[in-house]
Protein backbone atom coordinates (compact mmCIF):
# COMPACT_ATOMS: atom_id res chain seq x y z
CA UNK A 1 0.00 0.00 0.00
CA UNK A 2 3.24 2.65 0.34
CA UNK A 3 4.38 1.97 -2.65
CA UNK A 4 0.90 2.72 -3.96
CA UNK A 5 0.72 6.17 -1.80
CA UNK A 6 3.98 7.13 -2.91
CA UNK A 7 3.19 6.61 -6.77
CA UNK A 8 0.31 8.53 -6.71
CA UNK A 9 2.23 11.72 -4.63
CA UNK A 10 4.84 11.24 -6.92
CA UNK A 11 2.02 11.59 -9.75
CA UNK A 12 0.24 14.26 -8.39
CA UNK A 13 3.35 16.33 -7.25
CA UNK A 14 4.45 16.07 -10.91
CA UNK A 15 1.89 17.31 -12.69
CA UNK A 16 1.63 20.15 -10.33
CA UNK A 17 5.07 20.99 -11.27
CA UNK A 18 5.17 20.54 -14.91
CA UNK A 19 1.38 22.30 -15.05
CA UNK A 20 1.88 22.89 -18.51
CA UNK A 21 0.25 19.93 -19.54
CA UNK A 22 -1.66 18.72 -15.96
CA UNK A 23 -3.83 20.90 -14.18
CA UNK A 24 -3.82 20.54 -10.10
CA UNK A 25 -4.70 21.77 -7.17
CA UNK A 26 -5.74 21.70 -3.43
CA UNK A 27 -8.94 20.85 -1.68
CA UNK A 28 -10.68 21.21 1.64
CA UNK A 29 -13.99 20.40 3.03
CA UNK A 30 -15.76 18.26 5.56
CA UNK A 31 -17.21 14.99 5.24
CA UNK A 32 -20.78 14.21 6.77
CA UNK A 33 -21.30 10.21 7.25
CA UNK A 34 -23.40 7.56 8.70
CA UNK A 35 -21.98 4.10 9.49
CA UNK A 36 -24.32 1.43 7.77
CA UNK A 37 -24.59 -1.46 10.10
CA UNK A 38 -24.26 0.31 13.29
CA UNK A 39 -28.20 -0.05 13.98
CA UNK A 40 -28.34 4.25 14.32
CA UNK A 41 -29.39 5.91 11.00
CA UNK A 42 -28.15 9.98 9.77
CA UNK A 43 -24.98 11.31 8.73
CA UNK A 44 -24.10 12.51 12.74
CA UNK A 45 -20.14 12.50 12.05
CA UNK A 46 -18.65 15.08 10.37
CA UNK A 47 -15.30 14.98 9.71
CA UNK A 48 -12.81 17.08 7.87
CA UNK A 49 -11.17 16.39 4.19
CA UNK A 50 -8.17 17.67 3.21
CA UNK A 51 -5.68 17.21 -0.02
CA UNK A 52 -4.34 17.85 -3.28
CA UNK A 53 -5.56 16.63 -7.02
CA UNK A 54 -4.23 16.63 -10.67
CA UNK A 55 -6.09 15.80 -13.99
CA UNK A 56 -5.62 15.59 -17.37
CA UNK A 57 -7.80 16.81 -20.39
CA UNK A 58 -8.94 14.45 -22.31
CA UNK A 59 -11.29 16.08 -24.78
CA UNK A 60 -13.08 19.42 -24.45
CA UNK A 61 -16.00 17.76 -21.92
CA UNK A 62 -13.74 14.88 -21.14
CA UNK A 63 -10.57 14.65 -18.21
CA UNK A 64 -9.48 12.27 -15.95
CA UNK A 65 -8.57 13.28 -12.13
CA UNK A 66 -6.59 11.30 -9.42
CA UNK A 67 -6.64 12.67 -5.83
CA UNK A 68 -4.79 11.99 -2.24
CA UNK A 69 -6.99 13.62 -0.02
CA UNK A 70 -7.46 12.70 4.01
CA UNK A 71 -10.99 12.53 5.08
CA UNK A 72 -12.92 11.21 8.41
CA UNK A 73 -15.17 8.96 8.23
CA UNK A 74 -17.69 7.23 10.77
CA UNK A 75 -20.74 7.30 13.27
CA UNK A 76 -21.74 9.55 16.37
CA UNK A 77 -24.76 8.83 17.92
CA UNK A 78 -26.04 10.53 21.15
CA UNK A 79 -27.37 9.28 24.12
CA UNK A 80 -31.75 9.03 23.87
CA UNK A 81 -33.78 7.33 26.50
CA UNK A 82 -36.67 7.94 24.02
CA UNK A 83 -35.61 6.22 21.10
CA UNK A 84 -34.06 3.49 23.04
CA UNK A 85 -30.37 4.09 22.91
CA UNK A 86 -29.08 4.19 26.63
CA UNK A 87 -25.79 5.42 25.61
CA UNK A 88 -23.89 7.36 23.24
CA UNK A 89 -21.98 5.42 20.38
CA UNK A 90 -18.84 7.45 18.76
CA UNK A 91 -17.12 6.01 16.14
CA UNK A 92 -14.15 7.65 14.57
CA UNK A 93 -12.49 6.49 11.09
CA UNK A 94 -9.41 8.42 9.95
CA UNK A 95 -8.32 7.22 5.87
CA UNK A 96 -5.80 8.23 3.27
CA UNK A 97 -8.09 8.27 0.29
CA UNK A 98 -7.33 8.03 -3.07
CA UNK A 99 -10.04 8.48 -5.88
CA UNK A 100 -9.63 8.24 -9.22
CA UNK A 101 -12.48 9.44 -11.60
CA UNK A 102 -13.74 10.46 -14.59
CA UNK A 103 -15.17 14.41 -14.83
CA UNK A 104 -17.51 15.32 -17.87
CA UNK A 105 -18.81 18.75 -18.05
CA UNK A 106 -22.63 19.17 -18.54
CA UNK A 107 -22.21 22.61 -19.49
CA UNK A 108 -19.62 26.07 -18.80
CA UNK A 109 -19.62 25.98 -15.32
CA UNK A 110 -21.31 22.59 -14.52
CA UNK A 111 -19.45 19.27 -14.20
CA UNK A 112 -19.97 15.26 -12.78
CA UNK A 113 -17.73 12.82 -11.90
CA UNK A 114 -17.16 9.50 -11.27
CA UNK A 115 -14.95 6.49 -10.48
CA UNK A 116 -13.28 4.34 -7.93
CA UNK A 117 -11.83 5.21 -4.68
CA UNK A 118 -9.07 2.89 -2.63
CA UNK A 119 -8.53 4.06 1.26
CA UNK A 120 -6.15 3.19 4.19
CA UNK A 121 -7.55 2.93 7.11
CA UNK A 122 -4.41 5.48 9.07
CA UNK A 123 -6.31 5.27 12.83
CA UNK A 124 -9.78 4.27 13.90
CA UNK A 125 -11.61 4.84 17.84
CA UNK A 126 -14.84 3.44 18.71
CA UNK A 127 -16.44 3.83 22.26
CA UNK A 128 -20.05 3.27 24.13
CA UNK A 129 -20.32 5.28 26.98
CA UNK A 130 -17.21 6.15 26.97
CA UNK A 131 -15.49 2.77 26.51
CA UNK A 132 -13.88 0.82 23.66
CA UNK A 133 -16.38 -1.33 22.41
CA UNK A 134 -13.86 -3.99 21.28
CA UNK A 135 -11.10 -3.88 23.77
CA UNK A 136 -9.58 -7.48 22.88
CA UNK A 137 -9.31 -6.32 19.27
CA UNK A 138 -11.46 -9.47 18.10
CA UNK A 139 -13.71 -7.59 15.34
CA UNK A 140 -11.22 -5.41 13.62
CA UNK A 141 -11.58 -3.08 10.65
CA UNK A 142 -10.18 -3.59 7.30
CA UNK A 143 -7.29 -1.98 6.69
CA UNK A 144 -8.49 -1.58 3.18
CA UNK A 145 -11.35 0.47 1.91
CA UNK A 146 -13.08 0.25 -2.17
CA UNK A 147 -15.74 2.83 -2.20
CA UNK A 148 -17.66 3.92 -5.49
CA UNK A 149 -17.36 7.84 -6.09
CA UNK A 150 -20.22 9.78 -7.84
CA UNK A 151 -20.70 13.81 -7.61
CA UNK A 152 -20.66 17.18 -9.26
CA UNK A 153 -18.85 20.21 -9.09
CA UNK A 154 -19.49 24.27 -9.75
CA UNK A 155 -16.80 26.44 -11.01
CA UNK A 156 -17.43 29.81 -8.49
CA UNK A 157 -14.25 31.32 -10.04
CA UNK A 158 -12.12 30.72 -13.06
CA UNK A 159 -9.85 28.78 -10.36
CA UNK A 160 -12.52 27.71 -7.81
CA UNK A 161 -14.87 24.96 -7.68
CA UNK A 162 -17.25 23.45 -5.11
CA UNK A 163 -17.95 19.58 -5.51
CA UNK A 164 -20.57 17.48 -3.37
CA UNK A 165 -19.89 13.85 -3.51
CA UNK A 166 -21.59 10.55 -2.74
CA UNK A 167 -19.00 8.23 -1.26
CA UNK A 168 -20.06 4.36 -0.11
CA UNK A 169 -18.14 1.13 0.31
CA UNK A 170 -18.15 -1.58 -2.03
CA UNK A 171 -16.34 -4.06 0.02
CA UNK A 172 -17.92 -4.39 3.64
CA UNK A 173 -14.77 -2.53 6.17
CA UNK A 174 -15.81 -5.05 8.88
CA UNK A 175 -17.89 -8.15 9.06
CA UNK A 176 -20.97 -7.95 11.07
CA UNK A 177 -20.99 -8.99 14.91
CA UNK A 178 -20.64 -12.15 14.86
CA UNK A 179 -19.65 -13.07 11.22
CA UNK A 180 -23.58 -12.74 10.18
CA UNK A 181 -24.72 -12.03 6.77
CA UNK A 182 -27.93 -10.71 5.52
CA UNK A 183 -28.85 -11.54 2.02
CA UNK A 184 -25.70 -9.82 -0.07
CA UNK A 185 -25.58 -7.00 3.13
CA UNK A 186 -21.79 -8.82 4.10
CA UNK A 187 -20.66 -6.39 6.69
CA UNK A 188 -20.52 -2.73 7.71
CA UNK A 189 -19.87 0.17 5.12
CA UNK A 190 -19.46 3.29 5.20
CA UNK A 191 -21.84 6.44 3.29
CA UNK A 192 -20.38 9.49 3.16
CA UNK A 193 -21.52 12.72 1.70
CA UNK A 194 -18.47 14.93 0.92
CA UNK A 195 -18.66 18.79 0.12
CA UNK A 196 -15.31 20.75 -0.77
CA UNK A 197 -13.63 23.68 -2.42
CA UNK A 198 -11.11 23.45 -5.18
CA UNK A 199 -8.26 25.17 -5.96
CA UNK A 200 -6.88 25.08 -9.14
CA UNK A 201 -3.16 26.37 -9.63
CA UNK A 202 -2.51 28.34 -12.34
CA UNK A 203 -1.07 27.07 -15.20
CA UNK A 204 2.72 27.97 -16.44
CA UNK A 205 1.66 29.11 -19.95
CA UNK A 206 -1.87 31.29 -18.65
Known amino acids: MRKIIYTVIFVILSGLLSAQTFKGGLMLGMSTTQYDGDTYSG ?6 IGGGYVGHDISAKLSWQMEMKY ?10 IDAGI ?3 YDLRLNYIEM ?28 NINGNA ?9 HKYEFSYQIGGS ?9 NIRY ?3 ILP ?6 GGRHGLNFGEYNNVISFSIYYQFKKKDE
Not at 71 to 80: D, E, H, L, T
Not at 133 to 141: A, H, N, V, Y
Not at 173 to 178: E, L, N, Q
Open 71 to 80: IQKGSFQSAN
Open 154 to 162: YQILPKLAV
Open 167 to 169: VYS
Open 86 to 88: PYP
Open 133 to 141: SDPTGLRPF
Open 43 to 48: YHRVGL
Open 173 to 178: VRPHAG
Open 99 to 126: PFLLNYTIRNKLSMDAGLGLGYLASHRE
